[in-house]
């Protein structure tokens, strides 16, 4: 395990008690995202083909943009076919520039799809890695790519990297 996904794994572990609104919590979900990004270096991590038996929808996030970045995608084939995704978001946040990519995160020991992060930065090479498809809204599609990730290593239940957003409680 390299240096990095350990320090990960034990800001994940320390990730309790508060629960989301705990500092730890904050820098893990600000780290995993980091690191799960860094997979696209890791050539066994990259995911070729559209995983199957893809639920309904997926939860996604807005890396680095905290609670406010949670969202939902919608999942469903590019014009039919199994090959191609066209996910479409369902969020407060979305990226503003077209550069900007999304990445499908897979578990790479159960091979369970967990959700969908995007990433306001610019996004690797479409000719290098395989496009798994896009995720969208109705003003801007990213490309979609996909890495395997140690995924215990990367989000903690109290704490989770990639859940489907929760209705605000009244106060």
């Known amino acids: 395990m390299t240096s990095r996904l350990l320090t990960a794994a034990l800001l994940l572990a320390a990730c309790g008690g508060g629960g989301a609104r705990s500092p730890i919590c904050g820098i893990a979900l600000v780290t995993a995202p980091t690191l799960i990004h860094e997979q696209l270096k890791n050539a066994r991590a990259i995911i070729t083909d559209v995983p199957r038996g893809l639920p ?8 680095a943009a905290g609670d406010s970045g949670i969202g939902k995608v919608k999942v469903s084939y590019a ?21 900007a990519f999304a990445l499908l995160v897979v578990d790479d020991t159960s ?4 959700g969908v992060l995007l ?4 996004g690797p090479d479409s000719v290098v890695y395989p496009l ?9 599609s990213l490309p979609l790519y996909g890495v ?11 704490c989770p990297l990639l859940a489907f957003p929760t209705a605000k409680q009244p106060s």
């Open 148 to 158: 395997t990730v140690d995924w215990a290593g990367m989000s903690n239940p109290r």
């Open 119 to 122: 990433y306001d930065v610019p």
């Open 132 to 140: 798994l498809g896009h995720v969208s809204t109705s003003e801007l």
């Open 79 to 99: 014009e039919g076919r199994k090959s191609a995704l066209a996910l479409g978001w369902e969020g407060a946040l979305f990226p503003r520039h077209k550069d």
């Open 111 to 114: 091979n369970r799809v967990e």
């Open 56 to 63: 309904d929808s997926l939860p996604g996030r807005l890396a």
